[in-house]
Structures are given as structure tokens and as C-alpha cells.
């Protein structure tokens, strides 16, 4: 593995932990000013701004906080020299909607891009296998 591809996972290890704890400066850090977002629930458009991709994040806390888990079960990086991307499996659900959808996993895509030096998330994207 990279250099590139070790800094990037680990990026992305600590977004996922800043979420899980509902901590909405660590999951901003490292995102670009004009990131772009598809998310499961609406806008279906996306989101465009680092302002609306932070007005995403309370609702999903409040909903977390009543003991949803978010952790990464999988994840694979691919980096270039100055862009790069990824992709990962989440735990991301109640428990008892995992105990009864034990495989159901959220899949994340991820668009990075590598700006003085350092890597920023340009695009996100979420979405959950249609049952």
C-alpha cells in the first residue's frame, strides 16, 4: 500500500469515527469547501457546499444518538498522484434492523483530491442496496 493510500485511509477511518460520535468538526475537517454529496434521503439532487453538507449531518446525529451504529466493515483506496478514490461497506443501522438484515450494508464512494499537500473528500456518496 501507498503512502497516498495510508494517509487516505486513515482520513477516512477517522470521518467514520467523528460520525459515530456525532462530531460534526471532525466529520468537516477534511472536506472540500465546493464537496458534493448523494446521500440516501432526499435532496436526490445531491448537495453542493460544505454549508449544506453540514446542515446533513444533525438530523443523522439525532437519529445515531438512538443507538444506530456507523462503522466501516470494508474499505478499499485507489490513489493517483494528486486524485484518488474510494469505496467502503458500512455498518450504518439500528441494532435490531441489523439482527434482522445481519449482511445490509450502506456503500460509500468517495472522490479525493490532493490540494498543497494534502487530501480533501470532493464527492461523497451513499446509498443502501435496494431490497
Not at 467514520?16 to 446521500?39: I, K, N, P, Y
Amino acid at each position: 500500500m501507498s503512502e497516498d493510500e495510508t494517509r487516505i485511509r486513515a482520513l477516512i477511518t477517522r470521518w467514520a469515527e467523528a460520525v459515530h460520535r456525532g462530531d460534526l468538526d471532525g466529520v468537516l475537517r477534511d472536506h472540500a469547501e465546493d464537496v458534493v454529496m448523494f446521500d440516501v434521503p432526499p435532496p436526490h439532487e445531491g448537495i453542493h457546499g460544505i454549508e449544506a453538507y453540514r446542515a446533513t449531518w444533525p438530523p443523522f446525529f439525532s437519529w445515531q444518538a438512538n443507538g444506530a451504529c456507523f462503522e466501516i466493515d470494508s474499505l478499499d483506496v485507489t490513489a493517483g498522484t494528486d486524485v484518488a478514490y474510494a469505496h467502503a461497506l458500512l455498518r450504518c443501522a439500528m441494532p435490531e434492523e441489523l439482527a434482522k438484515h445481519p449482511t445490509h450494508r450502506l456503500r460509500l464512494t468517495l472522490g479525493l483530491r490532493k490540494e498543497h499537500g494534502r487530501w480533501i473528500v470532493a464527492h461523497e456518496h451513499h446509498s443502501f442496496p435496494h431490497d
